[in-house]
Each structure stands twice: as structure tokens, then as C-alpha cells.
């Protein structure tokens, strides 16, 4: 089992900068890749970014590409999420999840971390 823990959230306003954090832990040995969705009221889990725990290669969703970006420390078994230049529109829960190899689902995840961004 892996245990994700999310954190860094809060209140910004549009144009700001805000930090996410995701601790792991437990069998943190068996993480291929990990990533972030966010979902907003009403609307369905939105794929933010991911990235390969062992080389660093990164994907991100069309809707953050450019003014995101997801980085780990391996050493500290945590992975980030950097936002920039924040619109309204980014306002959601954010959580983290984390997948063995060969997993076509994120088998764990976080409970999420509230990013609200005022206009």
C-alpha cells in the first residue's frame, strides 16, 4: 500500500503562484509513475500532469501546459506541482495518485487539497 498526502493549498488570486505538495509513503519502492487530477464542483476529474517516478519524463493536460509543472524529489518520496500565472478557471480539489507499472488506473490517492483562485 502506498499512503499520498497532499498539501499547499489555499486561497490566491488571479495571476499568483502556488506550490502543491504529495508525501508518500508506505511501499513507496513499488511507484512507477504518479500525477495530478483536479476536479472542480459539477464537473468531472480532469487529467493535470504526470510524471515517470524513475526517469522524470513529464505529461501535462492541454489546460495547464506551459503554467504547470510537476517535479519530484525521490530522495523525499514527495512530488510537486508548481502553478503559475492561476485563472479562476483552475479552481478545484487537487490530488495526487500514484500507480505501479504496468497500471493502466491509478491504484492510489489522496484526499485532495482545496486551490481556489479569486478573479
Known amino acids: 500500500q502506498v499512503q499520498l498526502v497532499e498539501s499547499g493549498g489555499g486561497l490566491v488570486q488571479a495571476g499568483d503562484s502556488l506550490r502543491l505538495s504529495c508525501s508518500a509513503s508506505g511501499r513507496t519502492s513499488s511507484i512507477y509513475t504518479m500525477g495530478w487530477f483536479r476536479q472542480a464542483p459539477g464537473k468531472e476529474r480532469e487529467f493535470v500532469a504526470r510524471?515517470?517516478?524513475?526517469?522524470?519524463?513529464?505529461l501535462y493536460g492541454d489546460s495547464v501546459k506551459g503554467r504547470f509543472a510537476i517535479s519530484r524529489d525521490k530522495a523525499k518520496n514527495t512530488l510537486y506541482l508548481q502553478m503559475s500565472s492561476l485563472k479562476p478557471e483552475d479552481t478545484a480539489v487537487y490530488y495526487c495518485?500514484?500507480?505501479?507499472?504496468?497500471?493502466?488506473?491509478?491504484?492510489?490517492w489522496g484526499r485532495g487539497t482545496q486551490v481556489t483562485v479569486s478573479s
Open positions: 510524471i515517470m517516478w524513475s526517469d522524470g519524463g513529464t
Open positions: 495518485a500514484a500507480k505501479g507499472p504496468y497500471r493502466a488506473q491509478y491504484d492510489y
